[in-house]
């Protein structure tokens, strides 16, 4: 008899991420266990559900951790497009932290897109930058992230169930 499937997790890229404490309240709303990974130390509320991660000052310390552990159920939280491409290959929910999913389907145009840009700025073009975090990008992630967490718990609910036929 197969066991079922573990609940899920939520993985936040934290260094950068500015919806930290969205993430923390809707989880804690969810009963979904956190883990905010970040190079160093970073601050979280004391909270069984919220683990704090240091993964290490190396460079991509902090992906690779998250990239080793997400997968199909999970959720990840993160504007770091090669991040993210890993984990939607791993089988995880990706967001950003503007509402955006990553998925199958989008992820390889964005990261195409992503390098050129890299390209054209190493190359001394001036291209701008994302346009700024506002709280329409806000209300984007909250129901993303809400809606992310209910798609996940109706398919393992369904999961559970066959296992226990």
């Not at 990974?37 to 000052?57: H, M, S, T």
């Not at 939280?77 to 990553?102: E, Q």
Request: proline content about 8%; charged content about 25%; glycine content about 8%.
């Amino acid at each position: 008899m197969k066991s079922p499937p573990a609940p899920p997790r939520i993985y936040v890229d934290a260094d950068a991420c500015p919806v930290k404490d969205e993430i923390y309240r809707v989880a804690v709303r969810h009963c979904v266990p956190v883990s905010v990974v970040a190079g160093n130390f970073i601050r979280v509320p004391q909270d069984p559900l919220i683990e704090r991660v240091a993964a290490g000052a190396g460079m991509d310390a902090a992906d690779n951790w998250i990239a080793e552990r997400a997968g199909d159920g999970d959720i990840v939280v993160t504007a770091d497009i090669p991040l993210a491409s890993r984990c939607v290959k791993a089988g995880a929910d990706v967001i950003a932290p503007n509402g955006k999913p990553f998925t199958e389907e989008s992820i390889g145009m964005t990261l195409a897109v992503r390098n050129l840009m890299t390209d054209l700025r190493s190359a001394g073009e001036i291209t701008g930058g994302p346009r700024s975090f506002g709280p329409r990008d806000r209300s984007a992630f909250l129901s993303a992230l809400d809606q992310a967490i209910r798609r996940i718990q109706r398919r393992r609910a369904g999961q559970a169930a066959t296992v226990k036929d």
